[in-house]
């Protein structure tokens, strides 16, 4: 069976992104099956050997104010009516946290759709993802959503794509104290965010785009990844012959050149991709401790881009784990060096996990990999994704059984 990266999604019936289609193409419903699958497991985490590594993540004050973006939280959440609240308000713990999809496709959404908000409710929500992300966090995500409305140029497929069709959802309250998260989900772009105190965990987040550089039109001068695919060329580019022999896996990520098991038609080469919260990866490439002290600032560089995203205090507190483990950090690489041809990329230490992918084409007819769609995430392997770690370290401090938030004895 064909996939619809050779079928190209134009062939294709409309799959909505706001209603549940009433069926999907032969070829789709395996990997749903198995996305539903994996995402009934209990949460462990992302390993290398199946095996999750404690004590990486200390429950300590982090000492950066998450006073505007709890603000915006609770701003957002009373502009709501009770029948929205209720519809956009679930369980810290509840199993929708994972069921997050970069495809266009309505397949798990849950929660409130912004494109079905008043014009208030969604300048508030925007507020909250403001408050949230760093400046170019921010600014990346609102292109990523403008380029999700220019496929209905291309398409003509007005219910598949849009600017709003994407969907928020809290798990708790907002509080000072006790835990909470949100997450925005729809295509190219799903983030989750968990908020304990002044911690706040930013992962798994995911942002993609087709296209990913608009030269005319409205649009004209909109461009996305630019950073994540500088910084990636710029770590790769400074290696010696043997450091490349170990990172660079293979020369080319064109589909002739590739076995099937690397060519997944949603995640193509990424392992960490939606449904993937326990995904065993073994560490692949070079390790830092190998590196000159200017490569491993790039590689340190590299890894910034994708902790940006998030608000500046948060993203330092990141980085300082990241270089803690900095001797343990492994880069892999796949594909062409040059400024043209597509690669695939991987930065993987115990405490985060970064992927960058090129696709082919999905609305646009190029069949093979190029700069014109991207795929990116960050991860925190070991237990960090959606807080996993840090809730259960607060949970063996304070007791919830009651429905309040006491300290234990």
Not at 181 to 207: A, E, K, Y
């Amino acid at each position: 069976m064909k996939d619809w990266t050779e079928l190209g999604l134009r062939g294709l019936p409309s799959m909505s992104a706001r209603s549940r289609p009433a069926g999907f193409p032969p070829f789709l419903q395996p990997v749903l099956e198995a996305a539903a699958a994996s995402a009934a497991e209990p949460l462990v985490g992302i390993s290398v050997d199946g095996k999750v590594r404690r004590g990486l993540f200390p429950l300590r004050v982090a000492g950066v104010t998450p006073a505007p973006m709890l603000d915006a939280a609770q701003s957002f959440l009373a502009a709501l009516d009770p029948e929205q609240r209720a519809k956009i308000v679930y369980g810290l713990e509840a199993g929708e946290r994972r069921t997050w999809y970069n495809i266009h496709p309505y397949v798990f959404r849950h929660g409130l759709m912004l494109e079905g908000l008043a014009p208030a409710q969604r300048k508030a929500a925007l507020r909250l993802m403001e408050t949230t992300l760093s400046a170019r966090g921010f600014a990346q995500a609102r292109d990523i959503m403008r380029l999700n409305a220019l496929l209905i140029e291309v398409t003509g497929k007005h219910e598949d794509f849009g600017e709003w069709p994407y969907f928020l959802t809290f798990f708790g309250l907002p509080s000072a104290d006790a835990p909470w998260g949100w997450q925005i989900d729809g295509h190219h772009l799903n983030l989750n965010f968990f908020v304990l105190g002044d911690r706040l965990v930013f992962t798994p987040s995911f942002m993609g785009s087709e296209p990913c550089r608009v030269t005319s039109g409205p649009l004209a001068g909109t461009e996305v990844f630019v950073p994540e695919a500088h910084a990636g060329l710029a770590l790769v580019r400074s290696l010696d012959a043997g450091q490349s022999e170990r990172a660079v896996l293979r020369a080319s990520i064109l589909p002739d050149d590739l076995p099937p098991g690397l060519r997944h038609p949603v995640d193509g080469r990424m392992a960490a991709g939606a449904f993937k919260d326990n995904a065993v990866i073994p560490y692949a490439g070079v390790r830092a401790d190998a590196l000159s002290d200017a490569q491993r600032r790039l590689l340190v560089a590299l890894v910034g881009t994708y902790v940006g995203w998030a608000r500046d205090g948060h993203a330092a507190v990141k980085m300082t784990e990241v270089e803690a483990h900095l001797d343990e950090t492994h880069f892999a690489w796949m594909g062409a060096t040059s400024d043209e041809g597509p690669f695939y990329y991987r930065v993987q230490s115990p405490v985060v996990l970064v992927e960058f992918d090129h696709h082919p084409g999905i609305v646009f007819d190029n069949l093979a990999p190029s700069h014109h769609h991207v795929h990116t995430i960050i991860r925190t392997p070991n237990g960090g994704d959606y807080g996993a770690d840090l809730l259960r370290q607060h949970h063996e401090r304070f007791d919830h059984s009651s429905g309040r938030h006491a300290p234990r004895r």
